[in-house]
């Protein structure tokens, strides 16, 4: 059972746009969302973090969105570069867990130049 | 920046064979976890340690898979009796507790 949805599944923009990927959660135990950036051959990376008490949170071009009543949150990269592509993944920690992680599907980007 | 560690970066088996893949955590990094990556998918959890204890595992580790970290530092994961379905990038990922979790580049199995 998939607890974590991560749409859509592959996006592509010209550079300097504004890819949008979306993640909705079902268990409301998930106390800790972060987004991972992976290039091929190379493990997952962390980009930026939020906690439900949050909106919004910003870090350079990266913002991510969080909308705890409908349990969704997304993620935007401002001024998308061609080095921007790489899969993308949304992931969710419940609380109490070890710090177990979540994953979505992921999102495979390409930013055109 | 030594970040976390992991040995080797492929392995290519025969069906049937037993594997062992090493993670050398961050120093420091007290917690210790266990992934599975298949193409196009996310990565799954499979287990996690606290210093030397296994402290929970996935339905996805089958009596053929094995995990150790015999004195909290680097941890092995070992799979027996391998299966095609076995093949896939096997991620490793420590952290302090509460802390993000920093992930390996894996190890990619590919079973023949």
């Known amino acids: 059972q998939q607890q974590v949805k991560q749409s859509p599944q592959s996006l592509i923009v010209q550079k300097g746009g504004i890819p949008i990927i979306n993640c909705a959660y079902e268990?409301?135990?998930?106390?800790?969302f972060p987004w991972y950036q992976q290039f091929p051959g190379k493990g997952p990376a962390l980009l930026i973090a939020?906690?439900?008490?949050?909106s919004e949170k910003k870090e350079g071009r990266f913002t991510i969105s969080f909308n705890k009543s409908a349990k969704q949150f997304s993620l935007h990269i401002m001024d998308s570069q061609p080095g921007d592509s790489a899969t993308y993944f949304c992931?969710?920690?419940?609380?109490?867990?070890?710090?177990?992680?979540?994953f979505g599907g992921g999102t495979r980007l390409m930013v055109k130049p | 920046d030594t970040g976390v560690s992991q040995d080797p970066r492929h392995k290519i088996t025969k069906r049937g064979q037993n594997v062992t893949f090493r993670c050398d955590p961050i120093?420091?990094?007290?917690?210790l976890y266990w992934y599975r990556q298949t193409l196009g998918q996310g990565p799954e959890f499979l287990t996690y340690?606290?210093?030397?204890?296994?402290?929970?595992k996935s339905r996805l580790l089958s009596d053929r898979f094995s995990a150790e970290r015999p004195k909290g530092s680097f941890s092995t994961l070992e799979i027996q009796r391998t299966e095609q379905g076995d093949s896939a990038m096997y991620l490793c990922?420590?952290?302090?507790?509460?802390?993000?979790?920093?992930f390996g580049d894996g190890t990619r199995l590919s079973i023949l």
């Open positions: 992931a969710a920690r419940r609380a109490g867990a070890g710090n177990m992680l979540t």
């Open positions: 268990n409301t135990a998930f106390d800790y």
């Open positions: 990922a420590s952290s302090r507790p509460n802390q993000p979790q920093h």
């Open positions: 939020i906690r439900p008490d949050v």
């Open positions: 340690f606290q210093n030397e204890a296994q402290l929970e």
């Open positions: 120093s420091e990094h007290n917690r």
